[in-house]
């Protein structure tokens, strides 16, 4: 089947202006989770969702990010007023939610690049 | 502050030779994955320990879970061309779903 979906796959975006990512897990796989990488990095936790509800937002730095997941499948993160930092690629993975040999195997999609200028 | 700490963080061998990668943390974690990345793409899973002392062997490719859970490595036999990449060690700490990544090992393997 399909993997996770990430659109667009490149964003380009003014310093102020306002974005949003899409995520598209795969199939069947009630967990969906998105991290922030910065060049050189590791990826670094946002937010983690169980169905349509945020089981853990400790991750997001501020107020600025807010992610929603409205029907329990498709996910957007929306960042307000962007700021040059905000500078990265955003990952999406999802995971089943319970049980199996590995529930916590996450599988990624390619990514969005955002650039603020 | 990393919570997991990889070395080294670029390694450049010769095609044929083996290699070990670290990952090391003063936290447990319940599990931890390997993944391996390639530019413009997102993190491919590897492998999943969760058992302290677990080996595992993927082809070419051994995995280990240290005894007390905190640490891991990665060991490449006869390393190939293909195997260039960036070596990501994940952790999932006790009662969380995030993973907590190290910085990366970027491989470069000359043929």
């Known amino acids: 089947g399909a993997g996770v979906s990430q659109t667009p796959s490149n964003k380009v975006t003014e310093k102020g202006k306002y974005v949003e990512l899409r995520c598209d897990p795969i199939?069947?796989?009630?967990?969906l989770y998105w991290y922030r990488q910065s060049l050189g990095q590791g990826p670094e936790f946002l937010i983690y969702f169980q169905g349509t509800g945020a089981a853990d937002d400790s991750g997001l730095p501020n107020d600025r990010f807010f992610a929603v997941r409205p029907e329990g499948s498709v996910s957007t993160l929306k960042i307000q007023r962007t700021e040059r930092g905000d500078s990265a690629v955003y990952l999406c993975?999802?995971?089943?939610?319970?049980?199996?040999?590995?529930?916590?195997?996450?599988?990624f999609g390619p990514g969005t690049r955002l650039t603020v200028t | 502050t990393q919570l997991l700490e990889q070395s080294p963080q670029f390694l450049s061998i010769q095609e044929g030779e083996n290699l070990t990668v670290y990952c090391n943390s003063s936290s447990v974690f319940s599990s931890l994955q390997w993944y391996r990345q390639e530019p413009g793409e997102g993190p491919v899973l590897l492998v999943t320990v969760v058992t302290g002392g677990e080996v595992k062997k993927l082809k070419r490719l051994t995995f280990q879970f240290g005894d007390a859970r905190k640490d891991s490595s990665l060991h490449i036999t006869a390393a190939q061309p293909g195997d260039t990449g960036l070596y990501l060690c994940?952790?999932?700490?006790?009662?969380?779903?995030?993973?907590?990544f190290g910085s990366g090992t970027r491989l470069q393997v000359q043929p």
């Open positions: 994940a952790g999932a700490r006790t009662g969380r779903r995030a993973l907590t």
């Open positions: 993975a999802s995971s089943l939610s319970a049980g199996g040999a590995s529930p916590y195997e996450q599988y």
């Open positions: 199939s069947g796989h009630t967990a």
